[in-house]
C-alpha cells in the first residue's frame, strides 16, 4: 500500500503547486465576489437576482474592492463560511485526481530490464560497477567471477 502513496505523490507533485494557485485565486476572486453578492442580493430581507448578478459582475473585475466590501459590511464570518464550503468542494475533487493517479501496482512506470529492480547497490553483490560484460549502464557482469556467467542477449546487434 505504501507504494501506492508514493507514487501518486510522485505523479502529483506539479498538481500540488496548481492545487495551491488555483485555491489562491478562487479565495481572493470568486469567493468574495459571491459573498459581497450574496450580501447585497439579500440586504432588503429577501434575495434579488437582478442585485445578484449586477453586484458579482462588479465584484468579480475588482476582487480587491470586493475583499473590502466584506471587511467594511462585516461580513467576514460570511466569508469564511463560504471560503470552507469551497475548500471542501475544490479539495475533494484533488482528492478523487490523486486517489486516481495512484499506481496500479508496485511496478507501475518501472522500465522492464533496467537495472531499477534494485536499490541501493544491492546489484553490485552479483554484479560489477566497472568491468565486464554490459548489461546495463554502470552494471557489469564480471567475467572473473566463480559459477554461471553465461548471458542471453533479447535483441538485435547492428553494425555497418
Sequence with gaps: MNYKIEGAIRRSR?????????????????????????????INGKFDVVAFVETFGAS?????GALGNIFENGVVG?????????????SVFFFIGFVRSAPKNEYTDIEHGSSDWSQHGE???ILNRNKGIIL??????PVDKRGNVNVLVVGRFRFW
Design 14 to 42: 506539479k498538481n500540488f503547486i496548481i492545487f495551491a494557485i488555483l485555491w489562491i485565486i478562487i479565495a481572493i476572486v470568486f469567493v468574495p465576489s459571491v459573498t459581497n453578492s450574496i450580501h447585497a442580493a439579500g
Design 60 to 64: 468579480i473585475t475588482n476582487p480587491f
Design 78 to 90: 460570511d466569508y469564511m463560511s463560504h471560503l470552507l464550503v469551497a475548500t471542501i468542494f475544490f
Design 123 to 125: 546489484q553490485y553483490t
Design 136 to 141: 546495463a549502464q554502470d552494471n557489469y557482469l
